[in-house]
């Protein structure tokens, strides 16, 4: 019996309903736009590379000089606007200045100590013009630190912005008496201007193939002091291309960003992607909770950016309205994506719902690393992973990533006695991410820290899985569940066992933040006299309408509900036992809004020894003050928790 064809109507909606079926069970889709965002990319750095012309000054004068965009908007600053031809005639003039008047040639190191700045991006752009490389200080840098990275970078010219100019002491200049340190005044910016906008020749340029160095970024040293991390010219090309590719960047959209660009993030991953098509890229001087919104209304911005605790700052900022119409403006701009690094779960859609922002794009990724994970988020179904993929991309690309489980011990990934090899982790089961290298040819996928073949060795480990296998350390814990959505876990090192147990920080952090009187949080493990591992503590901030009393400490009522909260969200073992009370807005944060840990770690919990901070502990069923004779009582061993 020959089966009879369904009827057009009926066939229509089955057709429709197999094939939303198959995308959804393989993310189809999803995975063709993350193909169709690295394909093109790849063979646009190929041809790029082939012609030398990777250096990315030749993306912007291909801008400046095409008669399609030459008279685009390129940059916005303050009140401040310049076209792509403005702009391209600044950076010639900017870079006749420094090869005529201060000698800086091909493959010369200068470091811009620079807050977000029109001058900073015309400064960066001359640089490379004239082949030249850009080592990126953090602004908030001073004494020690600010010398160890400039001595890191073998520079001889550093350039620095007037408005920190404070941070660049005599000690630092005393200490590097063969570096020429230049504050960029207006005076000298008018001298800069008067130079002819002379075009450096290609020979310039020359030798600025894939692994070559475009840029000198530090990591952010939240353990220790920063580390110089090389970023090659075909890493900028690659996140830039790909990432706009992906977010859907078209060249009328304004991209807005008050992270700062001295670190990757707000550098390759807003202004290469800005760059690589010819949208608009706006700039704020460094991150205001109060000011953010205005910014982005005043810029017209379609597209913003955040990292680490930047969404949950502007959450906990009061509604702003405006003073003329009494209007609710934290709807009012033109943004369809947020995208960025760090936005923790609990933070996700109450920002998303607060603000009317459509997208979440979150990645995860690291300066010196060789891959990432991209998560492009429109519904609960991804939210709060830092990554995401299908059937068809974990066919092409799967093999470059791996999760192994570790020994929190060694924070190592941990080794089978028997065979020698690392382990996979199981799916939904923590482990260190892990990406792949080529083993005959590392420095291809990972050219590592400069000048530090020590700290670039431990970022890379052999025979992993296979004798004479390479991977990269990300050093960070995440979990890949069976929906292959990745989420963060933790911090190698941030991670602490209490009670035999491994209590992840983000995990408990993510539990505290969803308390209502909670503004921000920031867990680590204490180490107590008497007892073996860390119990868990949480620096805290409340927000103003949890504290009573002329001093603002919270509430009984509120450290009885949080007591309790923590108690039904978190197994026995995870919970934070102590709670460190901050004065101030803000748990202590590197420029790039990612907590830092080590301090209050170091600091423990002893009362007195904060400084103004109150210390409470978990007693029944609340919080309550501990106070020195508490302490006295750990320390004698007379308490055990």
Not at 426 to 450: H, K, T
Not at 569 to 577: M, N, Q, T, V
Request: charged letters at 20%; a neutral charge.
């Amino acid at each position: 019996m020959v089966a009879l064809p369904l009827p057009l109507p009926v066939a229509i909606p089955a057709l429709a309903a197999a094939a939303a079926y198959i995308n959804a069970r393989t993310l189809l889709y999803y995975d063709l736009n993350l193909v169709r965002s690295i394909i093109p990319t790849v063979a646009n750095v190929g041809w790029w590379t082939n012609r030398g012309r990777l250096n990315f000054f030749y993306r912007f004068e291909d801008l400046a000089t095409a008669k399609s965009s030459e008279n685009r908007v390129f940059l916005r600053f303050e009140d401040r606007t310049y076209t792509y031809a403005q702009a391209y005639d600044t950076v010639l003039r900017y870079s006749h200045w420094l090869k005529e008047r201060r000698g800086v040639q091909q493959g010369d190191m200068v470091a811009l100590d620079f807050q977000n700045t029109d001058t900073f991006i015309f400064l960066l752009l001359a640089l490379w013009a004239l082949g030249a490389v850009p080592a990126l200080i953090n602004y908030n840098l001073s004494g020690r630190a600010l010398i160890h990275c400039i001595t890191k970078a073998k520079t001889r010219l550093v350039l620095i912005d007037p408005a920190i100019a404070a941070n660049v002491g005599e000690d630092v200049r005393s200490e590097l008496g063969g570096v020429n340190f230049e504050t960029v005044t207006p005076t000298l910016e008018a001298q800069m201007l008067s130079h002819e906008p002379i075009r450096p020749p290609d020979e310039a340029r020359a030798g600025a193939g894939g692994e070559a160095m475009g840029v000198l970024i530090y990591t952010s040293g939240t353990t220790g002091l920063p580390k110089a991390a090389i970023v090659s010219w075909s890493k900028i090309a690659v996140v830039g291309g790909f990432t706009s590719r992906w977010v859907g960047t078209k060249a009328s959209d304004v991209f807005y960003t008050a992270m700062p660009l001295y670190h990757s993030t707000a550098l390759l991953l807003g202004f290469a992607h800005t760059l690589s098509v010819g949208a608009t890229f706006a700039i704020s001087r460094k991150f205001s909770t109060s000011f953010f919104w205005d910014d982005v209304r005043k810029h017209g911005a379609n597209i913003i950016q955040y990292v680490g605790e930047t969404c949950r700052y502007l959450l906990s900022a009061p509604t702003r309205l405006d003073p003329v119409t009494g209007e609710n403006l934290d709807r009012k701009h033109n943004v369809r994506v947020a995208f960025g690094n760090g936005l923790r779960p609990d933070v996700w859609n109450p920002f998303k719902e607060r603000f009317g922002i459509e997208t979440i794009a979150e990645f995860y990724g690291a300066t010196e690393g060789s891959f990432a994970t991209w998560n492009m988020s429109r519904n609960d179904y991804s939210m709060g992973a830092v990554g995401r993929s299908g059937s068809l991309y974990n066919i092409l690309m799967g093999r470059s990533i791996a999760i192994a489980e570790v020994d929190h011990e060694t924070e190592l990934p941990y080794r089978d006695a028997k065979t020698g090899f690392c382990v996979r982790a199981r799916r939904g089961e923590p482990g260190e991410l892990l990406f792949r290298l080529p083993p005959n040819d590392v420095d291809s996928r990972f050219q590592g820290y400069f000048e530090d073949k020590d700290a670039t060795s431990k970022k890379i480990m052999r025979s992993v899985f296979s004798k004479g296998d390479a991977w990269f350390r990300t050093g960070d814990v995440v979990r890949w569940d069976s929906e292959n959505r990745v989420f963060f876990t933790d911090r190698i090192g941030d991670t602490f066992r209490w009670k035999s147990e491994n209590v992840s920080t983000a995990e408990v952090a993510q539990a505290i933040g969803l308390h209502q009187a909670i503004q921000e949080s920031n867990v680590y493990g204490v180490e107590l006299p008497h007892h073996e591992g860390r119990a868990g503590c949480a620096a805290v901030i409340f927000k103003p309408s949890a504290l009573v009393g002329e001093g603002g400490a919270p509430s009984s009522e509120t450290l009885k509900t949080l007591a309790q909260h923590v108690r039904a969200e978190l197994p026995k073992y995870a919970l934070p036992l102590f709670l460190r009370v901050l004065r101030g807005d803000t748990t202590h944060a590197t420029g790039t809004n990612k907590q830092q840990k080590n301090h209050l770690r170091d600091e423990g919990v002893e009362p007195g020894k904060l400084g103004a901070d109150q210390v409470f502990w978990l007693k029944g069923d609340s919080y309550v003050r501990f106070r020195p004779e508490d302490w006295m009582a750990l320390d004698a061993g007379k308490v055990k928790l």
